[in-house]
């Protein structure tokens, strides 16, 4: 256990700075300067501007100041809004978006399971149609149609939901976490009904319910513990999903998260904002994965002991 | 070989399927609609009435025209060849990327395996569609590249998959006797070990298409994947969501069309799944 998970992290170190280093290099090669939008600077100002942010130096140069400051914990200054830095934004973003995936994640995992343990203890039946038709619907209608959807539907007909912000009016996260849950909801009903599935058909299942355990006491206990695996597994891989996700939902509901902050950033050719976010993403869900891997093995007591 | 049997037999049972046969039709009618769209089309795409504005659902325009005064339903038609050619090329890219891939590592075996998969590891832990992102803002919007850049990212499963098969044909007796009587590998990988693997392959890549469909959606959702005056369905949705406070149907006809679309794929993927291999039915 210990020993893969370190070896793991020595993997993980390595990938993040290739991840790092590629996209420094990614931009430095994309065409414009981050100073030559909308109004022209003269040469002198540009001049100045081009020694502050240290864009003057070889690339080379720039590239170990940058990777310095990375360690640290340093992503250097915005173009865009001068006197913030990169790290400060992404401090401000994260906790909104971290609240709003946080929300998803439980809509997703208690309407995804509860449905989805369902629909296989009772298989073949209207109980396990109606909500696998419904987790199919939640599968191909995308975030980015379901979110003003829901809109249209809860939020301009009926009125009885705030249709943006985040904090500000009572009620008015609901439909964000809902509409970010949603396709994982579906997702997490479909792998918790085929795992569940699978293990219900096991000898250990017989001998829990020839014992005389409660039905409850053989689902609860006995199978949901191995049936449940593959949704552990998708949860860290869910993560990277939550984040684009969080790209949509973000923008629909005019939510001050690290997602919109990434998509205007990426509008407004702020570089440096950019390359911090890029970096920062990669490492959380590298983070994620690793610990969705570290779990599935610990819950699967072939894995555990090797 | 028993190859033709099993083909003639999850046609078969394909064709007792009732959703994915369902799937199917609605897939071939919206191709035939897509690559007929300039002949089929009560109006071009880019034809504005500006003097109707957004109209409902008329007798002239049967879903209506949008705030440009542009034929929904025309629009709707040749979004359909955009958003389908997306599905269809970058799957190709991603198919092309990815047997070749697993193929190699499968077939090769040892140390170049390893090494092989592991990047396939190292690539799966990363956050793809940022990538993707940058690439568009670096290089511009363009078709080829979002492709591409779509293509790229999703061959990884499709290279798990068609090694893991090629690893389970390596130690059969006709691949033996294939290698014992000096086939080229060229010609091993071609007349052996592809045509052994085309039912999973088939498989995934009909699954794959809805997947690269939803990347390019959101991509042109954001803003950031097909560009004016072309249109795909995300960036129909994108103007419908734009103006669905007045003019709702901009919004629900391409909605629906998409979902109807990503429908079909999943239920005739499935449908497939199911013929090729009954025993993984349940996922």
Partial sequence: ??????????????????????????????????????????????????????????????????????????LGPSFRFPGRSVTEMIATGLPVTFELAFYAIIIALLIGI?????????????????????????????????????????????????????????????????????AYAAYIARLSRGGMLEVLNQDFIRTARAKGLTERMVVVKHAMQGGLIPVVSFLGPAIAGLLAGSFVVETIFQIPGLGRFYVEAAFNRDYTMILGTTIFFSAMIVFFNLMSDIAALWLNPRSRDS | MNNNSLWSDALYRLSRNRAAMFGGFIL?????CAVLAPWIAPYSYSYQDLNLGASPPSSEHLLGTDVLGRDLLSRILYGARISLLVGFVATGVALIIGVSWGIVAGYVGGGVDSIMMRIVDVLYGLPFIIFIILLMVIFGRNLWLLFGAIGA??????????????????????????????????????????????????????????????????????????????SSWGTLIKDGVESMEEFSWLLIYPGITFTITLFALNFFGDGLRDALDPKTSDD
Avoid at chain 1, 122 to 139: E, V, Y
Avoid at chain 2, 28 to 32: C, P, Q, Y
Avoid at chain 2, 174 to 199: D, E
């Fill in chain 1, 114 to 182: 509860f449905s989805g343990v369902l629909a296989a203890l009772k298989r073949n039946t209207f109980l396990d149609f109606i909500p696998m038709a419904i987790a199919m619907i939640g599968i191909c209608v995308p975030t980015f149609l379901m979110g003003p959807l829901l809109v249209l539907i809860f939020g301009i007909n009926l009125e009885i939901l705030p249709v943006s912000g985040w904090g500000q009016l009572p009620g008015d996260k609901i439909l964000p976490s809902i509409t970010l849950g949603f």
């Fill in chain 2, 153 to 230: 990212v999703e061959w990884l499963t499709m290279a798990r998959i068609v090694r893991g098969q090629v690893i389970g044909l390596k130690n059969q007796e006709f691949v033996m006797a294939a290698k014992a009587m000096g086939v080229s590998n060229l010609s091993m990988f071609r007349r052996h070990l592809l045509p052994n693997i085309l039912g999973p392959i088939a498989v995934y890549a009909t699954l794959t298409i809805p997947q690269v469909m939803l990347l390019e959606g959101f991509l042109s959702f954001l803003g950031l994947g097909i560009q004016p005056p072309m």
């Fill in chain 2, 28 to 32: 071939i009618l919206l191709i035939i």
């Fill in chain 1, 1 to 74: 256990m210990i020993a893969i998970f370190i070896r793991r992290i020595f993997v993980a170190i390595p990938v993040l700075l290739a991840v790092a280093s590629i996209t420094f290099f990614l931009i430095k090669i994309a065409p414009g300067g981050p100073f030559d939008a909308d109004k022209a600077v003269s040469p002198q100002v540009l001049k100045n501007l081009n020694e502050a942010y240290n864009l003057d130096a070889s690339n080379w140069e720039q590239y170990l100041d940058y990777m310095s400051g990375l360690l640290q914990g340093d």
